[in-house]
């Protein structure tokens, strides 16, 4: 690791604010993401902190393996993030009403994505909750029911055929003869 003095300083970073809010390194980033905060946002945050600033920041990928290996290192600590998510969905939902409310005229818009892409990181984080349901949806409408009865063909009735038939007068004609005699 003498090689890597930027995953060295996100490592010293993270573990002095671990340091100060009295967890382990797992604890804060479980805590950070149960805020509904993001593994990109927790790896900006330290990029800020450490003056990192674009092509030198922290990339998330880094951040994550770190994390994944610190929770591969210890049984009990294994899926601490993937908990932590359903917890951050509802802060997520929460942020997005703030927002929402918050939003003038001015920054409507931009206010409706940001709103937006909560929900759906909500969504995603927490489906039981948050998520649409996939149950099966039936349109009926009355309109068109009746347009297809009156479009569909008239099925022949063979009752219907015999009784006009016992009712009908069946008229014989006899053909004219003519006067000339033939």
């Known amino acids: 690791m003498a090689g890597q ?41 330290i990029s800020a902190s450490l003056n990192l600033k674009d092509e030198a920041a922290i990339q ?25 998510r359903p917890l951050g969905a509802h802060a997520l939902a929460e942020n997005a009403i703030e927002r929402a409310d918050k939003a003038t005229k001015e920054d409507a818009a931009a206010v409706a994505l940001q709103v937006r892409a909560r929900q759906y990181l909500a969504e995603r984080w927490n489906p039981t909750e948050f998520g649409q349901s996939k149950g099966t949806t039936v349109n009926l409408s009355i ?40």
């Open 5 to 45: 003095p930027k995953k060295q300083a996100m490592i010293a970073e993270l573990t002095r604010r671990a340091t100060v809010e009295g967890m382990s390194v797992l604890e804060y980033a479980e805590q950070w993401v149960a805020s509904g905060g993001t593994i990109l946002g927790l790896a900006a945050a």
């Open 60 to 84: 998330r990928e880094m951040l994550r393996r770190y994390l994944a290996g610190l929770e591969d290192a210890a049984p009990s600590t294994s899926g601490a993030l993937a908990r932590a």
């Open 143 to 182: 309109g068109s029911l009746m347009l297809e009865a009156l479009q569909a063909p008239v099925p022949a009735r063979p009752v219907i055929a015999s009784v006009i038939a016992e009712e009908a007068e069946v008229l014989s004609i006899e053909p004219a003869t003519s006067s000339n005699g033939e």
